[in-house]
């Protein structure tokens, strides 16, 4: 089959977008993707090895548009359609596979134009909006926060997998703020960091650049050697030599580190869209796999709290809401339904 993936705008579609493309590949089909000039799918499918062919097209949001902006978004999403139309014909697709974002929906809208079969995969709990508008046009929908039909494993690099041990006591944590950081988190991080230091336990912490060097002063007028990251390429590797996880609840973030069997405590972004960090948390903690929080003063107690508890049995239940080869388990559902 030849496949494109389209979507992205942010990291966390694009992970996902890559590890079906990968997966798509190693089964002997033809890929290519459909991307933004804006965001970040140029950055990382630009010189890609894995797609045989990469677009990137004029578009951008147009959810927090107004006006004569909403006019103009929507102008070079509908240029953008017509441009995909024609690539889908070169390519001879024959799926459109949507990872969500914006930049996904001028080649979505133009495989139901042309009457190509349309996939979507959902990272979030709560259905984005393009993703809801095109959910009953398209031939297949998954999540790995439905049950039945619908569900699928969430596309995890399996180094995750391979690593991945239950924790039993807490001897070293990890704070992840995300790419960008989040300053409440480590703000957070630097106030219980005496606690952590008396009770013999290390810190991981990936702060984001702008704040790295402001932190790595703190941890230093505090006297406690914390290893401290602006930004890692190597945060597989650091989520295995930790116990504990304190973190935004980002859809990848958050499996991870159910695939490592890391417990986690997340203080979800506040301002996410449909606040979906809130309920991509949620299904941990309903599945008695995890902690929750909003951001709020007096939360350092409550994280104290859930440290100082007894670990394995979150592990445990972790181990269980997640399998390996989730991208391939996904391909193979769209071979099946050709």
């Given at each position: ?51 045989e062919e990469t677009y990137f097209l004029e578009t951008t949001g ?167 990251f602006g930004f890692t390429t190597q945060i597989a590797e650091l ?84 399998s390996p080869d989730g991208a391939k388990h996904i391909i193979e ?6």
């Amino acid at each position: 089959m030849n496949i494109i993936f389209t979507g992205g705008g942010t990291g966390g579609h694009l992970v996902i977008a890559l590890s079906l493309a990968i997966a798509a590949k190693e089964r002997g089909h033809r890929v290519a993707f459909i991307g933004s000039t804006s965001g970040q799918d140029r950055q990382w499918f630009g010189e890609s090895a894995v797609f045989e062919e990469t677009y990137f097209l004029e578009t951008t949001g147009v959810v927090n548009k107004r006006g004569l902006g909403k006019i103009g978004a929507l102008w070079k999403i509908f240029k953008a359609l017509m441009q995909s139309r024609h690539i889908l014909d070169t390519f001879h697709a024959d799926y459109v596979v949507s990872v969500g974002g914006f930049s996904a929906a001028p080649a979505a809208i133009a495989s139901l134009t042309k009457r190509l079969p349309l996939i979507i995969h959902e990272q979030n709990a709560v259905t984005g909006k393009l993703n809801s508008m095109l959910r009953p046009y398209a031939k297949g929908f998954y999540s790995s926060y439905e049950e039945g039909d619908n569900h699928c494993d969430y596309p995890v690099s399996a180094r995750y997998f391979e690593n991945s041990r239950i924790r039993e006591s807490v001897k070293t944590v990890i704070f992840l703020g995300g790419s960008q950081g989040a300053k409440f988190i480590n703000d957070l991080a630097l106030e219980i960091a005496p606690w952590l230091h008396h009770g013999g336990i290390h810190i991981i912490h990936q702060c984001g650049a702008k704040e790295e060097e402001r932190v790595r002063h703190a941890y230093h007028e505090l006297g406690i050697e914390a290893e401290v990251f602006g930004f890692t390429t190597q945060i597989a590797e650091l989520i295995e030599r930790s116990d504990f996880a304190i973190s935004r609840s980002g859809a990848s973030t958050l499996w991870e580190l159910c695939a490592a069997c890391v417990p986690a405590f997340y203080i979800p972004y506040p301002s996410a869209a449909g606040d979906h960090q809130y309920h991509n948390a949620r299904y941990v903690i309903d599945h008695n796999a995890g902690w929750c929080e909003r951001q709020s003063e007096g939360i350092a107690d409550k994280l104290k709290e859930a440290i100082a508890s007894d670990i394995r049995l979150k592990s445990e239940a972790l181990e269980k809401l997640i399998s390996p080869d989730g991208a391939k388990h996904i391909i193979e559902k769209i071979e099946i339904n050709k």
